[in-house]
């Protein structure tokens, strides 16, 4: 991959670990209040979600750092 297909990458994983996780901190809050079993798989598939992301991102950034 080049170095601005990495950064478009690297930008597009960064703004998506960003919502998801404002999500999961909906998510967390909302759950106290309604349907907390539904909620609570939501909440954990996000949050796995998240990490997914952070292990892209950083996989993304190792390789951008080779490219320069």
């Keep these: 991959m ?3 297909e990495l950064d478009r990458l690297f ?3 960064r ?3 960003i919502v998801w ?3 999961s901190i909906g998510l967390a809050v ?3 209040f309604l349907l907390p079993q539904l909620l609570t ?3 954990w598939g996000s949050v796995v979600y998240c990490l997914i992301l952070f292990v892209g991102l ?3 950034t190792v390789f951008r ?3 320069s």
């Design 58 to 60: 950083v996989v993304v």
């Design 41 to 43: 798989f939501v909440f």
């Design 21 to 23: 996780a404002v999500t």
């Design 15 to 17: 703004q998506q670990l």
């Design 30 to 32: 909302m759950r106290n």
């Design 65 to 67: 750092w080779q490219k």
């Design 11 to 13: 930008n597009h994983l």
């Design 2 to 4: 080049s170095k601005s």
